[in-house]
């Protein structure tokens, strides 16, 4: 009878949240799994009607909020349940030093830097970055978590007219990010073109604050920079500026500050040790991608894909197996190269990256496949994880 209560109440927390919140922490089977206690419930219930009733006695800091929070730590403690040591820690960090915590999503247009700027405010290479044009195809998640807050960052892939099906896949990712954002970061190169920017971000509609972050500030000239502040800071969507270097690490501690000054308060959707919601596999295929955009020009990196299809743990390594996946049989003849030259090249190369992050030696084995028009074939594109 109890648990039914308890989760009756649950749910119905969930309901004052967007769908979209709900359906995010379905991604997170620990923070869904763990039903909040009665003490937990009634705090928060209590905390609510008590806030619309005395805004004034609720402001951060007041000795009302610091009183109630603090019986509410003893009598929860207090309540000797058994809890999973991160589930402990995420409560009392609720009760007594509410987080700011949220989903930021970085849009721009191709080759605006951000898979760099993910990578970057990780301070972990986790998405792929490359000098050519459309390298991500997915959503890729990066959660940093601190004492004071959980962000979730997601790099998308840059926004374009979609010309195939594997385009249009990519610009669905955009499409999800722009529906669960709480924050969106607008990434523009500062020398970029302003208006081209500006169309993109305003037919995005977002409704959530959205910073507009000017990168590539260590290539721009000081007027470029003054021009392009002038510009977006009289957007209607932009809500802060930033200009940032995000290859140079230039100015990243006053993006984050911006974005946790506009993010909720909450608690956090993820254990405090996750890092992204992708599969090891998933980094394995995009480093070897990487390595097909670094090593060949034209259409090579575009006609491509790769699918891990073995993962298997040996006594003394790891091994992978990766189809490279191509359009057509001449393409297929130039990424293995003369004598093989080429895929060993994409081979060795693509090996020291994932050695250095799945922290051990591997066994590499890359394939080259044709499958004419893979692009767009939706039976091929979800074999293919698009
Ligand atoms: N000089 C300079 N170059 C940068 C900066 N940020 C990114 N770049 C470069 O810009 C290029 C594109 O970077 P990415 O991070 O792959 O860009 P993206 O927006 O993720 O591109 P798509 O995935 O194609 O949408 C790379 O060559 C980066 O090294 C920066 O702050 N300064
Ligand atoms: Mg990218």
Redesign the pocket.
């Given at each position: 009878m109890a648990f039914s209560f308890a989760g009756m109440i649950h749910s119905l927390s969930f309901a004052t949240r967007s769908r979209a919140a709900v359906a995010r922490r379905a991604h997170n089977p620990k923070v869904l799994g763990s039903i909040p206690s009665f003490a937990t419930l009634s705090f928060r219930f209590g905390s609510f009607f008590y806030s619309r009733a005395r805004p004034e006695k609720w402001a951060p800091g007041s000795s009302a909020l610091v009183i109630v929070r603090c019986v509410a730590l003893v009598y929860v403690r207090g309540t000797g349940r058994q809890a999973h040591p991160w589930e402990t820690r995420s409560r009392e960090r609720y009760i007594c030093n509410i987080m700011k915590v949220g989903f930021v999503n970085i849009f721009?247009?191709?080759?605006?830097?951000?898979?760099?700027?993910?990578?970057a405010l990780m301070g972990e290479k986790l998405?792929?970055?490359?000098?050519?044009?459309?390298?991500?195809r997915h959503r890729i998640k990066g959660i940093v978590t601190t004492d004071d807050y959980q962000i979730i960052f997601s790099?998308?892939?840059?926004i374009i007219e979609p010309k195939y099906k594997l385009h249009e896949k990519m610009m669905q990712a955009v499409k999800g990010s722009l529906e669960d954002a709480d924050v969106g970061i607008l990434?523009v190169?500062g020398n970029d073109n302003l208006t081209e920017n500006d169309a993109i971000f305003s037919a995005l509609r977002l409704k959530v604050p959205c910073i507009v972050v000017l990168?590539?500030?260590?290539?721009c000239k000081p007027e470029q920079l003054a021009a392009a502040t002038a510009f977006f800071e009289s957007r209607p969507y932009c809500a802060k500026l930033v200009p940032?270097?995000?290859?140079?690490h230039?100015h990243l501690d006053t993006l984050l500050s911006t974005i946790t000054g506009l993010l909720p308060e909450g608690e956090p959707f993820f254990a405090e040790d996750e890092m992204t919601d992708l599969s090891e596999r998933f980094f394995v295929g995009e480093m070897i991608r990487e390595k097909i955009f670094d090593l060949f020009e034209d259409e090579i990196p575009y006609q491509t894909t790769v699918l891990v299809h073995e993962f298997k743990q040996k006594s003394t390594l790891l091994k992978i197996g990766a189809n490279i996946i191509v359009q057509r049989d001449t393409q297929k003849a130039i990424v293995i190269g003369e004598g093989g030259k080429m895929i060993r090249k994409i081979g060795s190369e693509a090996r020291k990256e994932i050695e250095k992050f799945v922290g051990q030696k591997i066994f590499l084995e890359l394939f080259v496949k044709v499958r004419p028009k893979w692009r767009e074939n939706d039976t091929y594109l979800k074999e293919y994880g698009y």
């Open positions: 721009g247009k191709p080759n605006a830097g951000k898979s760099t700027l993910l990578n998405a792929i970055v490359s000098s050519k044009v459309q390298t991500t790099d998308t892939p840059g990434l190169a990168n590539k500030t260590d290539k940032i270097s995000a290859l140079k230039i």
